[in-house]
């Protein structure tokens, strides 16, 4: 994949969390675009990567049986600005470390 359509991607799957923040937590659009991103993020990254294992390590709902619906929501919300927060963060490495056409690690110094 190339690098700008990679950013690209991952700038959708952001642009995409501005519409979910606007829904209930248990939307079906949330689940598509989770499993979107995820498809994503394993394309540009790899299956096997930390991307991925970082991205799917985030709770989108309180495990707290005591927990009213706002205090889930609020949590749900939290989440997706952790999602962008984490999904910026890729961008930015690939446009800090990744050589410009392909997505190839850049080679260390000797």
């Known amino acids: 994949m ?11 799957q ?7 923040s606007r829904l209930r937590r248990d939307a079906l659009e949330f689940n598509k675009w ?3 991103t995820k498809i994503v993020i394993a394309q540009i990254f790899g299956p096997n990567s930390r991307h991925l294992k ?3 390590n ?4 309180l495990p707290v049986m005591g927990a009213t619906e706002q205090q ?5 919300h939290e989440a997706l600005k952790d999602a962008a927060g984490l999904l910026r963060s890729f961008i930015d490495e690939i446009n800090d470390r990744w050589v410009d056409e ?3 690690p850049k080679k ?3």
Do not use: M, W
């Open 58 to 61: 985030i709770r989108y709902f």
């Open 54 to 56: 970082d991205f799917s």
């Open 2 to 12: 190339e690098k700008q359509r990679a950013i690209d991607n991952l700038k959708t």
């Open 102 to 104: 392909t997505l190839q």
């Open 108 to 110: 260390a110094p000797p």
């Open 72 to 76: 889930r929501q609020q949590a749900h």
């Open 34 to 36: 989770r499993l979107d």
């Open 14 to 20: 952001i642009a995409a969390i501005n519409a979910l």
